[in-house]
């Protein structure tokens, strides 16, 4: 039996979108594209577009390419500039034109040009999930942002949780992500511990005269010395909250409540703790200053 799976539902999808169903609408835009037929091509994607949210199999980078070539091919027909991206997605995933060659020489020039489009697309790395596995156009594990690609959730048995088809220009579908791993410095090794040296003791010079009083040295460096703590601390602060939002968040989205609950507070905390540091670090200096003067 076929369940629809959430992204399914939230599309408001009444029956699964089943294998069946997309080999049928694929080979009518096929037949369609060979008789020039653009309207019933463009009608077979779009219905391929708008059932793909209810599919609940794992889709194939084949059926995938097919897709979006003969979509692309029909919007370059109606001189649509939208048909490039849909075509640099289709030459990614199948490089060679099922046609019998030569291509017509403006689709030749247009599929060279679709060609250069997917060259200069870095595919970006994906948030893993809280459970299962994410597989992008069928195949890999990163989404070529700015094209349209297909993203799919799946379970640990295996079954598909959701489908999304990802438009350009769309936003990156919101999903449940792994809670980041805690950020742990690594282990620093103790230093041995040397015998103490036996000290003769000397004996005291005498003194004439009243004896200056003469400030300890001690206070500035416990101050100087917490103060480079707190610096070090909040630098490092400030360089986990960088590295999670590099690692978790793609651009400017990253998963919901990521940035507010951990990213902006730990910088936060860090530019207070490096503030505070420098504050202890320079009373910390200002007071050996003033105990070297003095003894002078």
Not at 165 to 190: H, I, R, S
Not at 215 to 229: E, M, N
Not at 237 to 260: H, I, K, M, Q, S
């Amino acid at each position: 039996m076929l369940v629809l799976t959430a992204a399914a539902l939230a599309s408001g999808c009444e029956t699964p979108f089943t294998r069946q169903s997309l080999g049928a609408l694929l080979a009518d835009a096929e037949v369609a594209d060979r008789a020039l037929a653009i309207d019933d091509v463009l009608a077979s994607t779009a219905a391929i577009r708008d059932g793909l949210p209810c599919a609940a199999f794992r889709l194939e980078a084949a059926e995938l390419a097919s897709f979006y070539r003969l979509r692309g091919w029909a919007l370059f027909t109606n001189e649509d500039a939208g048909s490039r991206p849909w075509l640099a997605t289709a030459y990614g995933l199948q490089p060679a034109h099922p046609y019998s060659p030569p291509l017509p020489p403006a689709m030749q020039a247009e599929w060279d040009a679709a060609s250069a489009a997917w060259s200069q697309v870095d595919p970006t790395p994906l948030a893993p999930p809280a459970s299962g596995t994410l597989v992008v156009n069928g195949r890999d594990s990163a989404a070529p942002v700015g094209l349209p690609w297909v993203l799919q959730h799946f379970g640990p048995d295996g079954a598909v949780r959701d489908t999304w088809l990802v438009a350009p220009g769309d936003p990156v579908p919101t999903y449940e992500v792994a809670a980041p791993e805690p950020m742990v410095p690594d282990p620093v090794a103790p230093r041995p511990v040397e015998a103490p040296v036996p000290v003769e003791p000397v004996p005291p010079v005498p003194v004439e005269g009243p004896v200056s009083k003469r400030r300890s040295g001690a206070p500035g460096a416990v101050l100087a010395g917490v103060g480079a703590v707190g610096v070090g601390a909040g630098a490092a602060l400030w360089t986990g909250a960088n590295l999670g939002y590099a690692r978790y968040c793609v651009g400017d989205v990253c998963p919901a409540g990521f940035y507010e609950d951990r990213v902006q507070p730990q910088r936060t905390v860090g530019i207070g703790t490096a503030a505070v540091g420098s504050a202890l670090f320079a009373t910390g200096v200002a007071w050996l200053a003033t105990r070297t003067r003095g003894e002078r």
